[in-house]
């Protein structure tokens, strides 16, 4: 790369911008981040105050993600709320040193650091009870996503998939997000016989958003918004403690796969990685429309001539299925995605991926070795808040900007639609295959895109994704096909 458009020679400082905002739109048109090679701190990005505001609502969204996943497994295996903590904090030390820092912060900036797969969380209990391993499952998750990742299917069906189909998706996560945080605030609060708690809190949070984006200053939403339910919920006399001690959790893989150890299962057998087959195919098909949402949500935050920056879908998915893999060998029961609640504040901030990404692995292992942040990183409050300002509110922006139009609103009803009848992956792969066909939404658009991409794909896709929600019984009113898991 010549010098003429390096980023050090077009970087400029802060001073030579009548605004913040100019300038951090400038500092993301001119970086230039290199694929798979060494990307350093201030020569091909820099470290900005708005970079903290991603790395913490990521460190609160992991901690609560991890803490449910590994959780929902503990919990029909008879593993002591100890073992989840000891688990969680071992998987963001996984996080952090192996993933977040080395490929997203030094390696490949444009790809977004593997998070939680936060939609496979209600099957994990009937992954149990079939018969499923954690490992058998992460290994498999990671193999399925790396090959869909290589053959650059996660980016073409992302280019299959229209303003409309993409805009109702975003609006149903948002809205079913924003309506599921506000159940679980007020079920903390009932909790104590204190439910107005709750209604403060969100009144509040409703006033401060709206204060904030009158001023443009949307992206301290997180930092605020989370102190601001702490204070008010401890002001009004909530119950919160300290319970989590500092300390390293075990680092070694023989000791969370010993058949007495850890998880106490022992290494995964045939029979395990046949059990969770389906659930693997299907939790690789819902990175799909989870990755598209956020290319998108960064399009439409970032200004003109940034495409050198934004998320790249494949890079992300390779990232996210090695992660995935490692992870599941080392002891870890964590199940990757991409990290929503790090790519939508730092798309609000108008940052880029890379600087964030190295202050949220510093910010991980804090919290894993200190301990005391994860307990108010799961307190209620700050969790619900900083999810809803953070990621749901924003997504549910995003959606209405993408379906302004009259074409583009008939694909998001029928996606919003379709999706609350089932679930997104069904939901979005149906309204995919209606909207390409030219059954609704704009009908040239279908034209244009030949018989691969008008019906084949589309089509094999949602026949072998139906194929397995029929198989594991997630069709409401309808049993399941296999007999494995009629129980």
């Known amino acids: 790369m010549s010098n003429d458009t390096s980023y050090q020679s077009q970087h400029k400082p802060r001073s030579a911008f009548s605004s913040r905002t100019e300038y951090l739109e400038h500092e993301l048109q001119v970086m230039a981040p290199r694929r798979w090679r060494p990307n350093l701190p201030f020569r091909d990005y820099r470290f900005e105050l708005e970079d903290w505001v991603p790395a913490m609502a990521a460190t609160i969204g992991k901690i609560v993600m991890v803490a449910a ?10 593993l002591s709320p100890e073992f989840v903590v000891e688990n969680s904090r071992f998987e963001l030390l996984i996080a952090a040193l192996l993933f977040v820092v080395l490929v997203s912060g030094f390696m490949n900036p444009t790809a977004n650091l593997a998070g939680t797969h936060g939609p496979l969380i209600p099957l994990i209990p009937l992954i149990v009870a079939s018969g499923g391993h954690p490992m058998a499952l992460g290994i498999l998750i990671g193999v399925f996503g790396f090959i869909l990742g290589i053959t650059k299917g996660g980016s073409l069906l992302a280019r299959l998939t229209s303003n ?5 998706l975003l609006l149903y996560l948002g809205f079913i997000g924003i309506t599921g945080q506000i159940s679980k605030l007020f079920a903390w609060a009932e909790g104590f016989d204190m439910a107005y708690i709750a209604f403060v809190i969100i009144i509040s949070t409703i006033v401060m958003y709206a ?18 339910a702490g204070v008010i919920a401890f002001a009004l006399g909530a119950p919160f403690e300290f319970s989590t001690e500092p300390g390293i959790p075990n680092l070694n893989p023989a000791y969370w796969w010993g058949e007495n150890s850890g998880w106490q299962l022992g290494l995964p057998t045939l029979e395990n990685f046949i059990a969770v087959a389906p659930f693997a195919v299907l939790a690789v098909a819902m990175w799909s429309p989870d990755f598209l949402g956020h290319r998108v949500f960064q399009e439409i935050s970032y200004p003109p001539k940034t495409e050198r920056v934004l998320m790249n879908i494949d890079d992300t998915m390779v990232s996210a299925a090695t992660r995935q893999a490692v992870g599941s060998l080392l002891g870890g029961g964590n199940l990757a995605s991409s990290w929503g609640t790090y790519i939508v504040p730092a798309a609000i901030a108008r940052r880029p991926i890379a600087a964030g990404a190295v202050l949220t692995g510093l910010l991980c292992v804090i919290a894993a070795l200190w301990g005391y942040p994860m307990d108010l990183a799961i307190w209620q409050p700050v969790l619900s808040v900083a999810l809803i300002v953070g990621v749901f509110l924003p997504l549910l922006e995003a959606g209405m900007q993408m379906t ?12 919003i639609f379709s999706s609350a009848l089932v679930n997104p992956v069904f939901g979005w792969s149906l309204t995919v295959l209606l909207d390409n066909l030219g059954l609704i939404g704009c009908k040239e658009r279908g034209k244009s895109l030949g018989h691969t991409g008008r019906w084949i794909i589309p089509g094999l896709t949602f026949g072998i994704l139906c194929l397995v929600m029929a198989g594991i019984g997630m069709f409401p009113g309808l049993p399941p096909l296999l007999s494995a898991f009629q129980h």
């Open 69 to 78: 996943v590994v959780g929902a497994f503990a919990a029909p295996l008879g």
């Open 164 to 168: 409309g189909v993409c805009g109702g």
């Open 211 to 228: 204060w904030l984006e009158h001023l443009q200053l949307r992206w301290l939403a997180i930092p605020l918004g989370s102190v601001l």
């Open 404 to 415: 302004r139009e009259g074409k583009t609103t008939q694909s998001a009803a029928v996606v």
